[in-house]
Every structure is written in structure tokens, then in C-alpha cells.
């Protein structure tokens, strides 16, 4: 548990120095993004190995993962239009979020998103905390923990969109590996896909 907690510990810093209004302008956030996911995934590299041999891809996986993804996608396009409609800021804080991507490449973002930020955050959040704390203490417990956490890393963008976003997606995630744990590369596909999705080929 003390390895959970510190590697935890450390997301919240990286997180913080990404999207805190005070840190967020000196970084190159898509860079800064792709090396903090590396890093979170180097250490269940070092730590907790065996999580690697959950990822496999049949071809039921990759179905799922596609389908994950675009329900997903579907689920924030009509949240979108809803909170459009009911808050004020909605959109001007997704714009904000959107802005990120401004004078970067779509096919440099696509590949760290495909291949770094989207599968690397999932070992990390689900295949190495929530997988680690349902060992711990109980699944229901550990999908709780894990999404609230992983919802609470992106407070200090003080961007409420982005927080909900995050807990959408956590509990979407967190979700379908409390119930389905053997389907991890599915899920791990699913994020990295709608990572790609929602910010660069299809944006809200």
C-alpha cells in the first residue's frame, strides 16, 4: 500500500505542474503529458510486473476496446450539447481545454496518444492502482478509490469540465475492469482510442 500511495503522490505532482494556471504556461503539456505517463508506467514496470501480462488482444478485445471508445466519444458529444445548454462556462472551458492542441501536429498528438498517454495512464490507473488496492481490500472499494482519485489529479486545472470529463472516464473505465479485469487490453485500446478521438480525429 505505501508503493500505491507514493506512486499516487506523484501523479498528483506531475498533474498539478501540468495543469495548475501557475506551472501549466513553462510547459509543453502534450510532451509533458507523454512523460509523466511514462514515467507513472516505468514504475509499475519496476514494481508490480506481472500487470503487462493482463494485456492481450484478441479479437473480441479489439472489438470491445473500438466499441468502448466510440460509446464513450457518443456519451460526452450529447453531454456536451446538455452542459452547453445548462452552464454557462461549459464551453468555454472545454474550448479552453481543446486549445492545448493549438500549433501542434494531429499526427505527432495522434501517435502519443495512441501509443503513449492512452495505454500508459491505464496500466497505471487501473492495471496497476485499482488492480492493486481490489488485492488490498475488495473490488468495490478499489474501483471507488481509484475513481475518485484519478478524477481529484485534474483539481488544480480549476477546470470543472475537465474534472467531470475525468470522472466520466474513470468511472467508465474503472467500471468495466471491476467487471470484466480479464479484459484489460480492451480496456487499455478503448482509452487510447477515445484519447485520439475526442482531441484530434472527431473533436466535441
Not at 475525468?166 to 479484459?183: D, E, N, S, T
Request: overall charge positive; proline content about 5%; some cysteine.
Amino acid at each position: 500500500m505505501k508503493q500505491v500511495t507514493f506512486s499516487v503522490g506523484i501523479a498528483f505532482v506531475l498533474w498539478t505542474l501540468m495543469f495548475s494556471p501557475w506551472t501549466a504556461p513553462h510547459l509543453n503539456f502534450w510532451w509533458a503529458m507523454a512523460t509523466s505517463a511514462l514515467l507513472l508506467m516505468t514504475w509499475v514496470a519496476a514494481t508490480c510486473r506481472d500487470t503487462f501480462r493482463l494485456l492481450r488482444f484478441a479479437p473480441t478485445d479489439i472489438a470491445l476496446g473500438i466499441a468502448v471508445a466510440a460509446a464513450l466519444w457518443a456519451v460526452f458529444y450529447a453531454g456536451d450539447a446538455l452542459s452547453s445548454a445548462i452552464l454557462p462556462f461549459a464551453r468555454p472551458q472545454v474550448d479552453g481545454i481543446y486549445a492545448m492542441k493549438d500549433g501542434q501536429s494531429p499526427v505527432l498528438l495522434s501517435a502519443l496518444l495512441l501509443l503513449v498517454i492512452g495505454p500508459a495512464e491505464e496500466i497505471f490507473w487501473r492495471g496497476y492502482v485499482q488492480r492493486t488496492l481490489a488485492r488490498r481490500t475488495n473490488p468495490n472499494r478499489a474501483f471507488i478509490v481509484t475513481t475518485l482519485v484519478y478524477t481529484l489529479v485534474h483539481i488544480a486545472s480549476f477546470n470543472f469540465m475537465l474534472i467531470m470529463a475525468a470522472m466520466v472516464c474513470g468511472i467508465a473505465w474503472g467500471g468495466l475492469y471491476r467487471l470484466f479485469p480479464r479484459r484489460f487490453g480492451a480496456i487499455v485500446l478503448s482509452h487510447a482510442l477515445w484519447d485520439a478521438l475526442v482531441f484530434i480525429w472527431l473533436p466535441i
